[in-house]
C-alpha cells in the first residue's frame, strides 16, 4: 500500500511534464479498417436485473456470454465483484473460466470508488488509489482497461484541474501496467463532450481515453440515461463524434425497440456509421438498459440490430 501512494505522490509531481502536448498522436494506422462484420461484445450491465436478484451467478458470465447470446468477448462491472478487487487467485480462475469457453475479457466497469475530480487532495488521492486494485485486476484477466466515471463538484475551472491530476496520476499507473483507462459520458460534465476531450488532452496520455455511450448524454442528471427526464442535454451524435477519436472501447446502449426491430430512443445507423467512419476496429459493447424487454430479449434484439446495420454501412 505504502508503494503506491509513493506513486501516487510521484504522479502527481511527474504526470504532465512527462507527456508534452506533442508527445504522440492519436491518429490510427491506415491499414486499420473497420471489419465488414461487427465485433461485439456483452457488457455485464445488460443482466444487472438479474444478476443483483441472484437468478444468475456474476462468476459464470463468461458461459452465460457465449451459450446464451454467442458472444466471444465481456465486460465485466466491478459492483458484481465488490470483494474480490484484490482476490488475485479469484481473477486468476475468472481468466480460466473465460478461457475455457473461448471468450475475451475485455475491462472492468469501475464505480463507486470515489470521485477522481474531488477538489479535496486526499480525496482525490483515496479515489485514485482506490482503483488501482481493478487495474490490476483486469491485468491478470488479460484485458486492455477499465471504464471510470469523471465525477467531481466545483466550478468549470476547479473541476478541470482536479480531473486533470486525478485522470493523470490514474492513466499513469495505467500506463505502468500495460492498461488503459477510459471515461465514459455518464451525465453531468462527463457528458460534455467538448469539455472531457479537453480534459483527455491536457493529460495528454494515450492510456488515457473514452468509452463513448450512446444513451447517456444528460447534463442535467447524474449517470445521464436519456431514458428519463432530463433538462438538457448534449447532442448525442456530436458527443459520440467528439469521443471517438479517443475510444477503446464503444457502449451500444439500449433501451426499446419497434416491431421492425429499431431502437426507438438512438438512430443506430448514424450513430454505427459514426463508430464505422473514425475507422474503428474494437468491440462494440451491447449495453441493453431497457424496462419493457426482458433482459435476454433485448441483449438478442441490440446484437441483431447492431449485426444488420453495421453491414449496411460503407
Not at 465485433?39 to 436478484?53: E, V
Not at 469457453?101 to 474531488?118: K, R, Y
Not at 494515450?206 to 433538462?231: K, V, Y
Not at 430479449?297 to 453491414?311: F, H, N, P, Q, S
Amino acid at each position: 500500500m505504502s508503494s503506491r501512494r509513493k506513486f501516487i505522490r510521484n504522479s502527481a509531481l511527474g504526470t504532465l511534464a512527462l507527456y508534452s502536448p506533442m508527445a504522440f498522436s492519436w491518429t490510427k494506422s491506415g491499414t486499420d479498417l473497420p471489419e465488414a462484420n461487427a465485433k461485439i461484445s456483452l457488457a455485464q450491465w445488460s443482466l444487472n436485473r438479474a444478476f443483483f436478484a441472484g437468478e444468475l451467478n456474476p462468476e459464470n458470465f463468461a458461459a452465460i456470454a457465449r451459450n446464451d447470446f454467442d458472444i466471444v468477448a465481456i465486460e465485466y462491472v466491478n459492483a458484481f465483484y465488490s470483494d474480490k478487487g484484490k482476490d488475485t487467485n479469484f481473477w486468476k480462475q475468472m481468466r480460466q473460466q473465460a478461457n475455457n469457453e473461448g471468450v475475451e475479457s475485455l475491462l472492468i466497469m469501475v464505480d463507486n470508488e470515489g470521485d477522481l475530480g474531488a477538489r479535496n487532495d486526499k480525496k482525490r488521492a483515496t479515489a485514485v488509489e482506490n482503483h488501482f486494485k481493478w487495474i490490476d485486476a483486469v491485468k491478470i484477466l488479460g484485458g486492455h482497461s477499465i471504464r471510470v466515471n469523471a465525477f467531481g463538484k466545483g466550478t468549470r475551472k476547479q473541476l478541470k484541474a482536479a480531473l486533470v491530476d486525478g485522470l493523470g496520476q490514474l492513466s499513469a499507473y495505467g500506463e505502468s501496467m500495460g492498461i488503459n483507462v477510459l471515461v465514459e459520458n455518464h451525465g453531468l460534465h462527463t457528458s460534455d463532450a467538448d469539455f472531457m476531450v479537453s480534459i483527455i488532452q491536457e493529460v495528454n496520455n494515450p492510456h488515457l481515453g473514452t468509452l463513448p455511450d450512446f444513451g447517456n448524454w444528460c447534463l442535467s442528471a447524474e449517470w445521464g440515461s436519456i431514458q428519463n427526464p432530463c433538462d438538457e442535454r448534449y447532442d448525442p451524435y456530436r458527443g459520440v463524434t467528439q469521443f471517438m477519436p479517443y475510444a477503446k472501447g464503444v457502449s451500444a446502449k439500449s433501451y426499446e425497440f419497434d416491431d421492425l426491430g429499431e431502437e426507438t430512443r438512438i438512430n443506430y445507423p448514424q450513430m454505427l456509421r459514426i463508430v464505422k467512419k473514425a475507422g474503428f476496429t474494437g468491440y462494440i459493447g451491447i449495453e441493453y438498459e431497457g424496462k419493457y424487454h426482458s433482459e435476454p430479449d433485448g441483449i438478442r434484439a441490440t446484437k441483431k440490430l447492431i449485426e444488420k446495420v453495421w453491414k449496411s454501412i460503407y
